[in-house]
């Protein structure tokens, strides 16, 4: 199972918004209603940000939506701030049952 | 508050074998299906392994079938990934991750997870 694409970063300056692609195929995401984003701070545990393509978790800021459209996931970040600067990893469920992560996104905030 | 503790990592030779073993507190722990996923130096995030709740049903990422395999003790609230015949490139931090269903992978809360480093 190949991972899922993502582009390898990307930047915005503080307050701007900036959207993370997610693309896979017929076998997991275009298949699924369960996409989940994570962010990831090097040496911590990965976080969820949203499960189930578009749900937030309570302690998920509003500043992060997401969407599907086909094979495609995106995350969005609203209202950049410092601290939102990490890596952030799509993942799906399969066809196969099994999981696939995306390549991973690195945020730089300007 | 779900914890999950890892253990088990360390440092290994091409060929041998590692057990981890997650510590699960917090939750009910025979209610959910059971992750690891690991994360190369350098590297994204890999799904290794899954284990469903009830069934027992397990899942294995092609990139280590027939040489790792995951089972979970219900008893003991641990979840168990037994590693042979390593390689170089399964060098890894290896973490444990809680599944929001029973009977899905969908990683959904993490532990700080555990080294594993295949060094001749």
């Known amino acids: 199972q190949s991972a899922l694409t993502q582009p390898a970063s990307v930047s915005g300056s503080l307050g701007q918004s900036i959207t993370i692609s997610c693309t896979g195929s017929?076998?997991?995401?275009?298949?699924?209603?369960?996409v989940t984003w994570y962010q990831h701070h090097p040496g911590k545990a990965p976080k969820v940000l949203i499960f189930?393509?578009?749900k937030r978790p309570s302690e998920t800021s509003h500043r992060f939506s997401s969407s599907k459209s086909g094979n495609t996931a995106s995350l969005t970040i609203s209202g950049l701030q410092a601290e939102d600067e990490a890596d952030y990893y799509c993942s799906s469920y399969t066809t196969r049952r099994t999981e696939v992560f995306g390549s991973g996104t690195k945020v730089i905030v300007l | 508050e779900v914890q999950l503790l890892e253990s088990g990592g360390g440092w290994v030779q091409p060929g041998g074998s590692l057990r981890l073993s997650c510590a699960a507190s917090?939750?009910?722990?025979?209610?959910?299906?059971m992750n690891w996923v690991r994360q190369a130096p350098g590297k994204g995030l890999e799904w290794v392994s899954s284990?469903?709740?009830?069934?027992?049903?397990?899942y294995i990422a092609d990139s280590v079938k027939g040489r790792f395999s995951i089972s979970r003790d219900n008893s003991k609230n641990t979840l168990y990934l037994q590693m042979d015949s390593l390689r170089v490139e399964d060098t890894a931090v290896y973490y444990c991750?809680?599944?929001?269903?029973?009977?899905?992978?969908?990683?959904?809360?993490w532990g700080q997870g555990t080294l594993v480093i295949v060094s001749s």
């Open positions: 917090g939750f009910i722990f025979s209610d959910y299906a």
């Open positions: 991750a809680k599944a929001i269903t029973a009977t899905s992978p969908r990683p959904h809360s």
């Open positions: 189930d393509v578009i």
């Open positions: 284990v469903n709740a009830f069934s027992g049903d397990t």
């Open positions: 017929s076998s997991d995401v275009s298949s699924t209603d369960y």
